[in-house]
T-cell receptor
Framework: AAGVIQSPRHLIKEKRETATLKCYPI?????VYWYQQGPGQDPQFLIS???????DKGSIPDRFSAQQFSDYHSELNMSSLELGDSALYFC?????????????FGQGTRLTVV | GNSVTQMEGPVTLSEEAFLTINCTYT??????LFWYVQYPGEGLQLLLK?????DKGSNKGFEATYRKETTSFHLEKGSVQVSDSAVYFC??????????FGQGTELSVKP
């Protein structure tokens, strides 16, 4: 079965550079979530989109922005990268009003800022 | 606000030992509850879930019961294996449509 696809799997950037992370949800899923997991930490919610509109916002820095496109894929744009942005970034998708609240996670993108 | 609290790790057990990882939650309404597992270097995988009070989720020998009266969703397994070594996250899905995770509990099973 198709799963959530994230790209790239690994990314190394220098401080002050920009990074773009991509997420392709499970077909027909209408909701995408982004999470950030620092080393040894639990995943922290960043932002979510439902039907291409931002639906909720968590602890996402102003340097980060995200959007969901017409094909439902989502991109997380991160600018002026800092060392502390080094983390595993997860994308998840769900079908919001399916009656089943399960969110399916991608494998994550490991971002290292040097 | 909504939150999830898990017992701290790491938890170290011998193979075939009984496992309990405690999880309690604070939430308005009746959220769905989940256990996710993260193996080293991998993403989050759903282990089991329960969507209403007294529901029991189960998978791969793990089980957890949604207890509304104690706001708990403790994870149990009767006999752990080395391959169960991972980090386990308890989570709730609130009405706003996002998962809120506990801090994770690392399980290490020794042969």
């Amino acid at each position: 079965a198709a799963g959530v696809i994230q790209s790239p799997r690994h990314l190394i950037k220098e401080k002050r550079e920009t990074a773009t992370l991509k997420c392709y949800p499970i077909p027909r899923h209408d909701t995408v979530y982004w999470y950030q997991q620092g080393p040894g930490q639990d995943p922290q919610f960043l932002i979510s989109f439902y039907e291409k509109m931002q639906s909720d916002k968590g602890s996402i820095p102003d340097r980060f922005s995200a959007q969901q496109f017409s094909d439902y894929h989502s991109e997380l744009n991160m600018s002026s990268l800092e060392l502390g942005d080094s983390a595993l970034y997860f994308c998840a998708s769900s079908l919001r009003y399916s009656g089943d609240t399960e969110a399916f996670f991608g494998q994550g993108t490991r971002l290292t800022v040097v | 606000g909504n939150s999830v609290t898990q017992m701290e790790g790491p938890v170290t057990l011998s193979e075939e030992a009984f496992l309990t990882i405690n999880c309690t939650y604070t939430a308005t309404g009746y959220p769905s509850l989940f256990w996710y597992v993260q193996y080293p270097g991998e993403g989050l995988q759903l282990l089991l879930k329960a969507t209403k009070a007294d529901d029991k989720g189960s998978n791969k020998g793990f089980e957890a019961t949604y207890r509304k009266e104690t706001t708990s969703f403790h994870l149990e397994k009767g006999s752990v294996q080395v391959s169960d070594s991972a980090v386990y996250f308890c989570a709730l899905y609130n009405q706003g449509g996002k998962l809120i995770f506990g801090q994770g509990t690392e399980l290490s099973v020794k042969p």
